[in-house]
T-cell receptor
Framework: QQQVKQSPQSLIVQKGGISIINCAYE??????FPWYQQFPGKGPALLIA?????SEKKEGRFTISFNKSAKQFSLHIMDSQPGDSATYFC????????????FGKGTLLTVNP | DTAVSQTPKYLVTQMGNDKSIKCEQN?????MYWYKQDSKKFLKIMFS???????INETVPNRFSPKSPDKAHLNLHINSLELGDSAVYFC???????????FGAGTRLSVL
């Protein structure tokens, strides 16, 4: 049973465009939703995270939109740059309970110059 | 100064051998993890330790044995390596209340 479903599997965007990656979760007890960025040969790096008490969080060009009733959240990358080309993972967890971080299957983003 | 460091970065070995991967974190976190990333890049948790105590064991074969000598270190020993063990293994740490899992650079294990 896949608890966090991520789409699309791959995404190609032109430089300057908006990249949108979507995730859906099943466990309503989840209360922490991070996004990770992974470059080839590197470990996943925390990009931005949101708690369910807010519907949106923005950090620079990266925005998380969160819809609690639909159990969905998404990552928007504005003004996408070739340096943003990486694999992006959404994840979910329950804070304060020693609960694991459960990942989506990842999205390979390619930003063409 | 690297927050989560694991060694070695690459490990190439023959089937049937035993190998170990070491991990250290200097973030003062209470919880450490081992994740496995397969060829399709799927990240799956294997083990979790909180303050040297095993918390999560996700139906991993008992050929895999984690060991946490103190809360800053979590090592992974693998016995009788099989072809299917080839993957990238990531160590991570977190402070449960605050959130934020931090990952090492990974160990790419190739079993021949």
């Amino acid at each position: 049973q896949q608890q966090v479903k991520q789409s699309p599997q791959s995404l190609i965007v032109q430089k300057g465009g908006i990249s949108i990656i979507n995730c859906a979760y099943e466990n309503t007890a989840f209360d922490y939703f991070p996004w990770y960025q992974q470059f080839p040969g590197k470990g996943p790096a925390l990009l931005i995270a949101i708690r369910p008490d807010v519907s949106e969080k923005k950090e620079g060009r990266f925005t998380i939109s969160f819809n609690k009733s639909a159990k969905q959240f998404s990552l928007h990358i504005m003004d996408s740059q070739p340096g943003d080309s990486a694999t992006y993972f959404c994840a979910a967890s329950i804070l304060g309970s020693n609960y694991k971080l459960t990942f989506g299957k990842g999205t390979l983003l390619t930003v063409n110059p | 100064d690297t927050a989560v460091s694991q060694t070695p970065k690459y490990l190439v070995t023959q089937m049937g051998n035993d190998k170990s991967i070491k991990c250290e974190q200097n973030l003062g976190h209470d919880t450490m993890y081992w994740y496995k990333q397969d060829s399709k890049k799927f990240l799956k948790i294997m083990f979790s330790y909180n303050n040297k105590e095993l918390i999560i064991n996700e139906t991993v074969p008992n050929r895999f044995s984690p060991k946490s000598p103190d809360k800053a270190h979590l090592n992974l020993h693998i016995n009788s390596l099989e072809l299917g063990d080839s993957a990238v293994y990531f160590c991570a740490s977190s402070q449960e209340i605050a959130g934020g899992w931090y990952f090492g650079a990974g160990t790419r294990l190739s079993v021949l």
